[in-house]
Nanobody, 125 residues
């Protein structure tokens, strides 16, 4: 089992950057395939990006390609999401999630057994 705690969210203007972090408990972080999802008010939870145990390969939702970068540091038990050129439509709660066996498709939230509480990102125009 793994516990996940996100941080790094905040209120920014359009065009700004933010880096989210997800700290994982336990010594088995490196055995989990990890991902970021987001959820805006009144909308379905949406896949953002995923990363394998070793850091490669990575998978992105089409709308995030080129702006967001997912990475991990297994020595620090931490997952990251670097977000650049933020837009008002990126406003959402961002959640990290752990997939114990690398179940596919990686964008399917049902394949992730463990979730953090989320961190709010608000982008003003």
């Amino acid at each position: 089992q793994v516990q996940l705690v996100e941080s790094g969210g905040g209120l920014v203007q359009a065009g700004a950057s933010l880096r989210l972090s997800c700290a994982a408990s336990g010594r088995t972080f490196r055995s989990y395939f990890m991902a970021w999802f987001r959820q805006a008010p009144g909308k379905e939870r949406e896949f953002v990006a995923a990363i394998s145990w070793s850091g490669e390969p990575t998978v992105y939702a089409d709308s995030m390609k080129g702006r967001f970068t997912i990475s991990r540091d297994n020595a620090k038990n931490t997952l990251y999401l670097q977000m650049n050129s933020l837009k008002p439509e990126d406003t959402a709660v961002y959640l990290c999630a752990a997939n114990a066996n690398g179940y596919r498709p990686y964008a399917d939230r049902r394949n992730y057994a463990y979730w953090g509480q989320g961190t709010q990102v608000t982008v003003s125009s």
